[in-house]
């Protein structure tokens, strides 16, 4: 079931609904889905994509091949450099990677009045937080921080508020556990400052780094 709140769309469930959606219509037409298997090779014959290589050493051959994916970390990871003329590895390390995000990930118990289902707290200068994602390649001091409660909307899906909190980030290849866990006390005292103290309520935390999208979805230095 889709609702339709204030002209924002949510599914029942959340947004994983919509995967399972399709993933049951694809295997009722007879489609075959292989989960946790990593594509090793996109294979070609003249200079098409004929089928893939996986991990395991399993071929899958097919009249076309369709990567949803990161297209820069797709083509350096799956396919040889002379395989891809117009994007050779100079090339693709030339691009600059788009934004990424840090993101927590935090249960609370019990449910606030004050919290709805999308809320968005606006630093001072807007400006100035993309200036050091993208000149300084440096975490927002003073970030945009959006947060999701979906449980609002939906009680069934957690016993108390359910905050999905994000943050605008640079794209970057590392950051230490100290510097993630630093940045998201700065993140609970930016909030604590907007009066939003939601540290001593808290059951469970998850944080998300640049670093963990680029391992998890090969995303290119976690951009998004």
Do not use: W
Not at 73 to 95: N, T, V
Not at 117 to 138: A, D, L, S
Request: hydrophobic residues 35%.
């Amino acid at each position: 079931m889709i609702r339709r709140i204030n002209g924002v769309y949510y599914v029942e469930g959340g947004n994983t609904k919509i995967a399972e959606g399709f993933a049951h219509f694809f295997k009722k037409l007879g489609g075959r889905i292989l989960n946790n298997t990593e594509v090793k090779q996109i294979f070609t014959k003249e200079k098409k994509a004929k089928g893939v290589l996986l991990q395991n050493e399993e071929i899958i051959e097919g009249e076309k091949v369709i990567v949803n994916g990161d297209l820069l970390s797709s083509y350096e990871r799956l396919l040889p450099e002379e395989e891809r003329p117009s994007y050779k590895d100079r090339k693709i390390a030339s691009y600059e990677p788009s934004v990424s995000v840090f993101v927590m990930m935090v249960a609370l118990k019990g449910r606030r009045k004050n919290f709805v289902h999308h809320q968005v707290y606006f630093p001072e200068n807007y400006q100035r937080e993309f200036n050091g994602i993208f000149v300084h390649k440096k975490f927002p001091e003073d970030p945009t921080i959006y947060i999701s409660n979906s449980s609002y909307s939906n009680d069934r899906i957690a016993p108390g508020d359910n905050l999905f909190i994000l943050v605008n980030a640079p794209a970057i290849t590392f950051i230490t556990k100290v510097e993630s866990e630093n940045y998201k006390e700065k993140i609970y005292n930016k909030l604590l400052a907007y009066g939003v103290d939601i540290r001593k309520d808290k059951v469970a935390e998850k944080t998300i780094t640049p670093c963990d999208i680029e391992a998890k979805f090969f995303a290119r230095r976690g951009a998004l």
